[in-house]
């Protein structure tokens, strides 16, 4: 086994052998691609990328000419404007010669997309690497297991090995009783096309280790690793296995102590957040009143924004015009933010949140929506956003701001608690300029 994509969330465990692959289709970048520069640089395959809540200018790498592509669309089994099938996206890059390689990561789609294609086509990926969501589910919901599930796992099991497994713990981890086995509700799986395993050497197999020794550490380190238990394998858990146990919750621990260290101060700078923006809201705020809506036009689809934080940086991206499962994601903390920037001042008469989803509903919790003419929010107009309770149990009822005239270039969306922040659609409506 060969980690490809770095040492963080992200990279995957792959085969050593990766020759004659000719290229890699992987849906689903969210912004990084350092697996795919790895493939091209290391190895010479040639990558594909497509993600609908992305765009080529917010990638973390610009594209590598002659290697690699990009396409604002998601991969979904009815092909559409905003969308193309595997199969499509195949033909249109004339994959027809070599293995190939499928790494998807895209938020709970990998189920509809994998069931939908047709068996021919699957068979041309050698390996394929594929992020899991919603599991838990598949214990707790009827008909989730036998419906979505198992005939996914069945399709995969006629032409697949699964070679490897890795629970993320960004998800919560759960046992199935019956099996005594232990699960992420987020899974990462490596699998190979049978013929090629079959293929190989049985002197050159070696035992299922996991964890194994490659995996990169607990994908969220301020989290509890997820150590799969010896239902996963047969025999007892290697030495390697458990030093590499023993490892991974050193690195929790360590991360536990920074955080008590630095609890103070995201406290402080939690509570100072809070304070100043309930401050602001009551001395500074918004008049509700309810607009005309035949007078407004939406003014912040396509329209640049910018994160507070996200991997240690900023980020930027391009409001989406469709409702997706969440179009950006900053990192954890006090004070988490998003802010569009229109390009030029309007009337803001509306603003409208849509809570993601598919999961992490009750995270939005405590938002406020900051009008300004400046990039520096700190000059604006502050409104409490009331948040219906369909937003915060799953997501089906979305939150709105009605308010007098309010001339501003930006709208910041805030959240003065620690905590991620992530939503699926903010839509802003200003006064139509005749």
């Keep these: ?74 991969l979904d089994v009815d092909e559409g404007a905003n969308s193309i099938s595997l199969e499509g996206w195949m033909r249109r890059h004339a994959s027809d010669k070599g293995d190939l390689l499928l790494q998807m990561d895209i938020e709970g789609a990998e189920y509809r997309n994998i069931l939908g294609t047709p068996d021919q086509v699957l068979n041309r990926f050698r390996v394929f690497v594929v992020e899991l969501h919603g599991l838990q589910k598949c214990f707790t919901t009827p008909g989730i297991l036998s419906d979505v599930l198992l005939p996914f796992l069945l399709k995969l099991r006629k032409s697949f090995v699964c070679i490897h497994a890795h629970a993320n713990n960004y998800g919560l981890e759960f046992t199935i009783p019956e099996l005594g086995a232990n699960m992420g509700d987020v899974m990462e ?31 969220a380190r301020k989290q509890m690793p997820i150590v799969l ?86 980020d930027y991206g391009s409001v989406p015009r469709e409702k997706v499962n969440y179009f950006f994601h900053t990192d954890f903390g006090a004070n988490q933010s998003i802010t569009i920037d229109l390009e030029r001042a309007r009337a803001i008469r509306r603003v409208v949140i849509s809570n993601r989803r598919d999961a992490c509903f009750a ?10 003419i400046e990039p520096d ?22 939150a709105t701001i009605d308010v007098v005239p309010t001339r501003a270039r930006f709208v910041t969306v805030i959240s003065p608690l620690r905590n991620y922040l992530h939503l699926s659609k903010i839509t802003v409506f200003a006064e139509a300029v005749v």
């Design 189 to 219: 799986l490596t699998f190979v096309r049978r013929d090629w395993y079959v293929s190989q050497d049985p002197d050159s197999l070696c035992d299922v280790v996991l964890p194994h020794e490659l995996d990169i550490r607990p994908n």
């Design 1 to 74: 086994m060969i980690r490809v994509g770095g040492s963080d969330d992200g990279a995957y465990l792959l085969p050593a052998d990766l020759s004659g692959i000719s290229a890699c289709y992987s849906p689903g970048v969210n912004n990084r691609k350092q697996f795919e520069d790895e493939l091209c640089e290391k190895f010479r395959i040639e990558c594909h990328m497509c993600d609908f809540s992305s765009d080529v200018n917010s990638l973390t790498t610009p594209l590598l000419p002659g290697l690699q592509t990009f396409e604002k669309l998601w």
């Design 229 to 314: 238990n010896d239902k996963w394998i047969s025999g007892a858990i290697s030495l390697e296995a458990r030093v590499r146990v023993l490892e991974d919750e050193l690195v929790y621990l360590r991360a536990q102590h920074e955080s008590h260290v630095s609890q103070f101060d995201d406290i402080n700078n939690m509570l100072a957040g809070t304070l100043n923006l309930f401050g602001r809201a009551g001395r500074d705020a918004i008049v509700r009143s309810s607009p005309d809506v035949q007078k407004l036009e939406e003014v912040a689809v396509g329209r640049r924004y910018q994160l507070s934080t996200y991997s240690g940086g900023i």
């Design 377 to 398: 929010r700190q000059s604006g107009r502050v409104a409490a956003v009331n948040l219906p309770r369909g937003f915060l149990l799953d997501g089906s009822e979305d």
């Design 363 to 372: 995270r939005a919790r405590m938002l406020f929506v900051i009008l300004h």
